[in-house]
């Protein structure tokens, strides 16, 4: 008998033994409805070998192993019953349609509930904003219980199952779910759950010295095993704080923290730990939240003598939570958050794991080919770095919260005849503005003194030169700008996957310096692009002579093309060289083989291309600007405006 064989039988017997059990929670719940208890029995049947398979993966091993599985399945059955039935009506329809994130009429925004609009009760107010712009995904930046002071913007939770009062509640919460799921936009949540803060319960219980809380984190008596696991270990934080690791005076002991001190690192060794996050994760899916957002993703799993990111485990434990999902909460969709070398995002875009993924390399590399006025790098890499699982969808995103880290692979860098550390060096000098002639104003962020790297904060408006041109008052200047954020815009809405507008970069958000005034923030220089929305500054979008006035209605009009352009419906991207190193070209080509080229300059001079190269286009052949409705013949040059874009169809 084969190890596989054998682990099918035990699968199907702990099954067989445990199912009369969850029958009697079923009997004895809330609910009698034979429907109910059918359509659970019926999805726990088909994914449950699968999730004891990672599950005795990663806990097999246990004494208490059995043990383990039982409470798995409380919580499943648990979550299920509790599950409000509008919701368990979602997650028959996606069942059936589950690629439905994988259409054109996808748009997607995020925001911080505090800076757009104050609170939850008045987001609300702003549903036809939402609509307008064509919003189909809301992702709303951590909104959770934290500590009071620094809480790396909401990223140290303190409890996933309260909102922040300053925020709102719960019930305010799935009460938005539903109105915006009526108005056809998903809600997405951040599920932070590398770490928790270090005033949740469990840490708190941990540091009075409860064993079981303890072993929720990784907690070293002395330094001995901490050295060793630095050794391999990279500063996320550099210039906040050096290690990994801070010691926690009540019980004497250090404890594991990636990010910032406040921020406990979760011990997933523990099958409990896995289990409670499991609760929380289930818990949030029941109040409406379509989209999980698996918040640093990359660094959940540790093991020594390795620098402990994208551990082959890592990947286990987000299948064992998507197979829980998709028994108790079949709607819920995964985003992995992981800001990585590219052969490791790949790894987490499964329909097993991740369906959604932001893309962090094309963010990366338009910033890259920008600033270089080359797009060889940029081209070469999406040519073979673009393409995922059928079923799955890249986020495409010009701005985040975050910062921008130049996560390009070295070796393509050096196939296109750049040397990867000067280019690094380049692109830093660019976006803080220290290279000459830049248009960029960025500001460093986590400086690292040992190693010189750096990332960049700073909107998208200012660092695409719109900032710099409003202080020079140079009209040139701002047409310039103007055109290149239109620009980096096209191709974020038509490349393929949901493009996610971080609110405000609508209508071209400059850099915002209070963060120098709040000593909470001036260590974190990514507080320069996370700016209190102005509304009144918004009134003037009914005036149409200003700048804000055509942002947003090129945003508008871009969107609205994007919708009613079927050839980006579930198409395929295939990158093209247009024989022009400033020129941009790539081809979207659905199942009819109905097709959309694309072409996008990144230089401020005027660029031809020669269109019968292109697409075995023949002579005859003529295509139509989907943006302008020109008309342009297959056999002519087409000649691209300073950071010009067409559509041709
Ligand atoms: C993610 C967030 C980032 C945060 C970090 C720690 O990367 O995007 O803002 O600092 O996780 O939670
Ligand atoms: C690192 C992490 C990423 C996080 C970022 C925050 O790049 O890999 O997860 O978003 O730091 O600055």
Redesign the pocket.
């Known amino acids: 008998m084969s190890s596989n064989d054998w682990i099918n039988i035990h699968a199907l017997k702990t099954l067989n033994r445990l199912l009369p059990r969850m029958e009697h929670i079923f009997r004895n719940g809330i609910q009698e409805d034979p429907e109910s208890w059918w359509q659970f029995k019926s999805r726990l049947e088909r994914e449950w070998i699968e999730l004891f398979r990672y599950l005795h993966q990663l806990y097999g091993w246990q004494y208490d192993f059995y043990y383990t599985l039982e409470q798995v399945l409380r919580t499943l059955a648990k979550n299920w019953i509790q599950r409000p039935e509008e919701l368990k009506q979602m997650d028959l329809e996606r069942e059936s349609n589950p690629e439905c994130f994988n259409s054109e009429n996808m748009v997607g925004g995020v925001l911080y509930v505090d800076l757009f609009s104050g609170n939850l009760t008045k987001l609300n107010e702003h549903i036809s904003y939402f609509k307008k712009l064509g919003l189909t995904y809301l992702h709303l930046m951590p909104i959770f219980a934290v500590p009071h002071g620094d809480n790396d913007g909401g990223y140290a939770v303190s409890d996933y199952r309260s909102v922040n009062p300053d925020i709102g509640t719960m019930e305010e919460l799935s009460k938005i779910a539903s109105l915006l799921r009526k108005e056809g936009i998903s809600l997405a949540l951040d599920f932070v759950f590398n770490h928790t803060s270090d005033e949740h319960a469990w840490a708190k219980q941990a540091r009075s010295g409860d064993p079981e809380l303890e072993a929720f984190y990784h907690l070293f008596p002395d330094r001995h095993v901490p050295d060793q696991y630095q050794r391999h270990l990279r500063d996320?934080f550099p210039t906040v704080r050096r290690g990994s690791f801070t010691w926690v005076n009540e019980i004497k002991k250090w404890v594991w923290t990636t990010f910032h001190s406040f921020q406990w690192d979760l011990n997933y060794n523990n099958p409990e730990v896995f289990r409670a996050m499991a609760e929380e994760m289930l818990f949030l899916a029941n109040q409406g939240v379509e989209v999980l957002r698996l918040d640093?993703v990359?660094f959940i799993w540790k093991r020594l003598g390795t620098n402990c990111e994208n551990l082959p485990e890592a990947h286990i434990l987000i299948r064992a939570f998507n197979a829980m999902a998709r028994i108790a909460a079949p709607s819920l969709l995964f985003k992995s958050?992981a800001?990585?070398h590219p052969d490791e995002v790949i790894k987490y875009i499964d329909k097993k794991e991740c369906r959604l993924s932001y893309n962090p390399l094309l963010m990366a590399l338009i910033w890259e080919a920008l600033a270089s006025r080359d797009v060889r790098l940029l081209s070469y890499t999406m040519r073979h770095r673009s393409r995922i699982p059928k079923g799955c969808t890249w986020v495409n995103y010009l701005r985040c919260h975050?910062?921008i880290?130049w996560t390009f692979d070295d070796a393509d860098a050096r196939a296109v005849g750049i040397s990867p550390e000067d280019h690094r060096r380049f692109l830093n000098d660019f976006y803080t503005g220290r290279f000459p002639d830049s248009f960029a104003r960025g500001v460093p962020?986590?400086f690292n003194e040992d190693t010189h790297d750096m990332?960049i904060s700073g909107t998208l408006a200012s660092l695409a030169g719109l900032e710099d041109a409003l202080e020079k008052n140079d009209d040139r200047l701002i047409e310039m700008a103007v055109k290149r954020i239109n620009m980096l815009r096209s191709i974020m809405l038509s490349i393929g996957g949901i493009p996610l507008i971080y609110l405000g970069d609508e209508w071209a958000m400059i850099n915002d310096y209070t963060y120098l005034d709040d000593p909470l923030k001036i260590n974190d220089s990514?507080w320069i692009h996370r700016s209190k929305m102005n509304w009144d500054k918004h009134k003037d979008l009914a005036d149409q002579d200003t700048i804000e006035w055509h942002f947003f209605n090129e945003m508008i009009k871009l969107i609205y093309i994007r919708k009613k352009t079927p050839a980006f419906q579930n198409a395929d991207m295939d990158v093209f060289d247009t024989g022009n190193d400033h020129l941009f070209g790539f081809i979207r080509k659905n199942n009819n083989n109905r097709r959309v080229m694309v072409i996008a300059n990144f230089s401020e001079k005027k660029q031809k291309v020669k269109l019968s190269h292109m697409d075995s286009c023949d002579m005859l052949k003529k295509y139509q600007d989907l943006i302008t409705g020109n008309i342009i013949s297959c056999g002519s040059d087409l000649e691209l405006e300073p950071y010009g874009f067409v559509w041709l169809s």
Request: charged share 40%; net charge negative; no cysteine.
């Open positions: 996320i640093a990359a958050e800001i990585v975050d910062d880290g962020f986590q990332r990514r």
